[in-house]
Nanobody, 128 residues
Framework: QVQPVESGGGSVQAGGSLKLSCADS????????MGWFRQAPGKERERVAS???????EYEDSVKGRFTISKDNAKKLLFLQMDSLKPEDTAMYYC??????????????????????WGQGTQVSVSS
């Protein structure tokens, strides 16, 4: 299975912006959900945002109003625009794709175990 490939991570100061990209050449019509997850040292992996095939989105509460997930189906690209970054956003960010098990009508689940194809991650570091 072809893994998604993330890019766009880096180091920024608080209040800054970053845009993450994910190239998922394995994206097919069976891909119900795409999502961005993050994991900080000593913490569990958590969903940041997800987007379903119909374009419906879900966000983790702490990023609502600051982050925006989007996708380009034709180019098989997933994006995460991150604005007003905070030090607590520091983590490794992963792109993931999920099939039917990742979808719980009317939106995508936030359970990482329901996503079956993961990228290697890109580091985001936010300094105060």
């Amino acid at each position: 299975q072809v893994q998604p490939v993330e890019s766009g991570g880096g180091s920024v100061q608080a209040g800054g912006s970053l845009k993450l990209s994910c190239a998922d050449s394995g994206y097919t019509v069976s891909t119900y959900c795409m999502g961005w997850f993050r994991q900080a040292p000593g913490k569990e992996r958590e969903r940041v945002a997800s987007i379903a095939g119909d374009g419906s989105t879900e966000y983790e509460d702490s990023v609502k109003g600051r982050f925006t997930i989007s996708k380009d189906n034709a180019k098989k690209l997933l994006f995460l625009q991150m604005d007003s970054l905070k030090p607590e956003d520091t983590a490794m960010y992963y792109c993931a794709a999920g099939r039917r098990a990742a979808y719980s009508f009317p939106s995508c689940t936030g359970d990482p175990g329901r996503y079956n194809n993961w990228g290697q991650g890109t580091q985001v570091s936010v300094s105060s």
